[in-house]
Nanobody, 125 residues
Framework: QVHLVVSGGGLVQAGGSLRLSCAASGRIESDYVVAWFRQFPGKKREFVVGMVWSGDSTYSSDFVEGRFTISRDHAKNTVYLQMNGLVPEDSAVYYC??????????????????WGQGTQVTVSS
């Protein structure tokens, strides 16, 4: 069982940066995929960026455009989302997620087994 705890959201001005953290308790196996999603009011969760826990390559949605970066620290069992060049349209609740996936990437929220509690990111204009 994996438990994820998200931190680091808040209010930032347009053009600013935020880093979200997702600390995992329980064992994340090497073939797990970890990812960040976001959710707008009344909408389904939207994939942002992801990576295989044991790998280095990442995959992301088009809207990221190089602004957001996922990384992980094995020693701390933590996944990060570095967000730069934020715009008001990035305002949403952000979630981290993990799936026991056999290294298979996914952009679909329903294919993820474990979820953090979500954190609000608000970008002011």
């Amino acid at each position: 069982q994996v438990h994820l705890v998200v931190s680091g959201g808040g209010l930032v001005q347009a053009g600013g940066s935020l880093r979200l953290s997702c600390a995992a308790s329980g064992r994340i196996e090497s073939d797990y995929v970890v990812a960040w999603f976001r959710q707008f009011p009344g909408k389904k969760r939207e994939f942002v960026v992801g990576m295989v826990w044991s790998g280095d390559s990442t995959y992301s949605s088009d809207f990221v455009e190089g602004r957001f970066t996922i990384s992980r620290d094995h020693a701390k069992n933590t996944v990060y989302l570095q967000m730069n060049g934020l715009v008001p349209e990035d305002s949403a609740v952000y979630y981290c997620a993990a799936r026991s996936a056999g290294f298979q990437r996914s952009v679909h929220w329903y294919q993820y087994n474990y979820w953090g509690q979500g954190t609000q990111v608000t970008v002011s204009s």
